[in-house]
């Protein structure tokens, strides 16, 4: 069993329910596995080969099917590679690269290499978002625009909400659900599915717990590609109202949406990022 799961039984679980996931994807796909100084990683290709590549990065506790409607859209103009981050509950190797140093940027290099990909459009979004800025901060000739969807690292963690949902998890009959609810900011009937996959992973994964590393002004206005930054109001794990202010005042050419009455888990914004990533 890795150690990044409770149990081997939980392990199984959840990558049982992600292959029967993937099976299930609304569009072709060839599934990749490149492999990484830090270990083997997975992932699933859509859309035309000789399409220009865009590649996804998901959140803490998730895996590619968080993609799995926006790249179908993303597919249609688009080389899609969404990838199963390490360290997290999907088919890359379960290692965790320090997030204070270079090593996640060189995984993804060795990640793009094996795609044969020079240059990229790049969107991530949490823990995704917070590996593509770094990405784009310290390799800028390898990325031609960023997405973010809620990304860590700019706007501040709320560490008092998080450890409140953990604790509620714990010890409040039926609160794991409650908890999980009230991080992703997901609640309606439409949302049940995706919801009962969120709780079974984090009732037998392990996240990460460290703090992000905050982005530096000087970081963000180093920031010369196009960006798109997409954060909800009500976010529950960043402060998302902060994340778009600093963006506007250090990334003067970015282009940002607050959503109203939206948690952190952004969904449905294939068609936005796709007149982006057209631009």
């Known amino acids: 069993m890795s150690a990044i799961y409770r149990t081997p039984a939980a392990e199984r679980g959840i990558r049982e329910r992600y292959r029967r996931d993937l ?5 072709p796909v060839e599934h990749v596995r490149v492999p990484t100084r830090a270990g083997g990683t997975f992932v699933v290709s859509c859309g035309p080969e000789d399409a220009p590549p865009v590649v996804l990065l998901h959140g803490s506790g998730a895996n590619t099917t968080a993609w799995r409607d926006d790249s179908a859209v993303l597919a249609r103009r688009f080389r899609v590679h969404c990838v199963d981050l390490v ?18 940027a060189s995984w993804l290099d060795e990640v793009l290499d094996g795609l044969g990909i020079t240059s990229t459009a790049l969107v991530g979004t949490s823990l995704g978002g ?5 990405y784009t901060d310290r390799r800028p000739e390898r990325v031609r625009r960023l997405g973010l969807l809620c990304p860590g690292g700019v706007g501040r963690q709320r560490t008092g909400r998080i450890l409140g949902a953990m604790l509620l998890g714990l010890l409040v009959p039926g609160g794991r659900r409650r908890s999980v609810r009230a991080m992703t900011g997901l609640g309606d ?27 530096s002004d000087d970081a963000l206005r180093r920031l010369t590609v196009p960006v798109r930054l997409i954060v909800g109001d009500r976010d529950a794990m960043f402060d998302s109202r902060q994340t778009a202010r600093r963006v506007r005042a250090c990334v003067p050419h970015a282009e940002v949406t607050v959503l109203p009455g939206t948690g952190h888990a952004i969904l449905g914004q294939g068609e936005a990022l796709a007149a982006f990533l057209d631009g």
Do not use: I
Not at 195 to 209: I, N, Y
């Open 23 to 27: 099976a299930a994807w609304p569009v």
């Open 130 to 134: 917070w590996v593509a800025l770094d």
């Open 189 to 215: 009937p439409e949302h049940r599915e995706l919801l009962d996959a969120v709780h079974l992973t984090f009732s037998g994964f392990r996240p990460r717990t460290e703090r992000l590393p905050v982005f």
């Open 87 to 104: 360290g997290e509950p999907g088919l890359s190797a379960p290692t965790r690269p320090p997030l204070d140093s270079d090593a996640l």
